[in-house]
């Protein structure tokens, strides 16, 4: 049998798919990335296995400046409505909330970065991607915007210490999740010098919050719920 492939939407160079990709691969499965913003023309979702959309710095509702975000969230809708196995990460979690009837806003909190405990719900349990947790997952997060709003029938199955949809299921095989379980502190250092001036703005300890990055607990945290993804893709085949 053929190992699942799987499209990966990247909207930056910087937002790779990273450790997730990594994962994935060593579980059987062949990514293909799309990068629409260097002019890849965007597939049919429902020609994969599964679909992997990763984050950006651009809003989830930035379409006229970024015109693939547009039918992007129409694929979406069709891979959700069809059964394709989906997983949002970050902007990707926030752009599925918005093409499914959700809302996504600025954090009123402000910018949140670095590690946060994740608060897996009890309905987090029985589910297919993250039914495998331990309940001691720790997230990294760099986010200025969030789902405040869930679209019609999805479930939130983590928030974060301050209450915010952390982990979401938005049909049997979509989620989408507001940290990044992709990247290394290597990635995050490269981001955290693009936002610097504005971290010195806020007072923000970027030092701090790099030296609080543990490469090893988060791989060991996540690569598992990635190879439960990959066998999520698998299933159709």
Avoid at 78 to 104: E, S
Avoid at 125 to 149: F, K, M, P, Q, Y
Wanted: negative net charge; glycine residues 10%.
């Amino acid at each position: 049998m053929s190992s699942p492939k799987i499209l990966v939407v990247e909207h930056q160079e910087s937002c790779p798919p990273a450790l997730v990709g990594e994962w994935l691969a060593e579980a059987g499965c062949t990514l293909e990335v799309c990068r629409p913003y260097a002019g890849d023309a965007l597939p049919r979702l429902t020609s994969y296995d599964a679909v992997l959309v990763m984050g950006g710095d651009m809003g989830a509702h930035d379409d006229e400046a970024h015109p693939w975000l547009t039918p992007l969230k129409a694929e979406i809708r069709d891979a959700v409505a069809a059964g394709t196995p989906l997983l949002g990460i970050c902007l990707g979690h926030q752009v599925m909330a918005v093409a499914l009837g959700g809302t996504v806003e600025r954090n009123a909190r402000g910018q949140t970065v670095g590690m946060q405990p994740v608060g897996w719900t009890a309905e987090a349990a029985d589910d297919a991607w993250v039914g495998g947790r331990t309940g001691a997952e720790v997230a990294l997060h760099w986010n200025n915007d969030i789902v405040v709003s869930l679209p019609e029938g999805a479930v939130v199955l983590a928030r974060t210490p301050d209450g915010e949809v952390q982990v979401a299921r938005f049909g049997p095989r979509a989620w989408g999740i507001q940290a990044h379980p992709e990247v290394d502190a290597a990635i995050v250092t490269r981001w955290a010098e693009s936002d610097r001036d504005e971290h010195v703005a806020l007072g923000l300890d970027q030092d701090a919050v790099l030296a609080e990055i543990d490469d090893e607990v988060l791989t060991a945290h996540w690569r598992p719920l990635a190879a439960r993804f990959a066998a999520v893709a698998g299933e159709g085949r």
